[in-house]
């Protein structure tokens, strides 16, 4: 069966970095998009990044771009999210997913067939 496994998250301190990697099994992954969403305390889960099978498109919320960068391998089956200048507002439980190669809006989490568990990623003042 298809599963994601992110890795990477911890505490950091605020202006810090964290690299987070996302290992994919079970699926043909250069087939597919990858993004990466976050869910913070008492909100909804939101888009953060999202990168075409190839790699050669990337998307970015707006509260993140020019600070976090998305890359994939597909020889290695990995996404990864590079998260610099990290804020306190950063923090949050990241989400690695999987979409459809030719699926609709890479912003829809409903376009994201699978997930997977998650990692913490919580930054300090």
């Known amino acids: 069966q298809v599963q994601l496994g992110e890795s990477g998250g911890g505490l950091v301190q605020a202006g810090g970095s964290l690299r987070l990697s996302c290992a994919a099994s079970?699926?043909?992954?250069?087939?597919?998009?990858m993004g990466w969403f976050r869910q913070a305390p008492g909100k909804e889960r939101e888009f953060v990044a999202a990168i075409s099978w190839s790699g050669g498109l990337t998307y970015y919320a707006d509260s993140v771009k020019g600070r976090f960068t998305i890359s994939r391998d597909n020889a290695k089956n990995t996404v990864s999210l590079q998260m610099n200048s990290l804020k306190p507002e950063d923090t949050a439980v990241y989400y690695c997913a999987a979409a459809r190669r030719y699926s609709g809006s890479y912003y829809s989490q409903t376009e994201y067939s699978y997930w997977g568990q998650g990692t913490q990623v919580t930054v300090t003042s």
């Open positions: 079970g699926l043909t992954f250069s087939s597919n998009r």
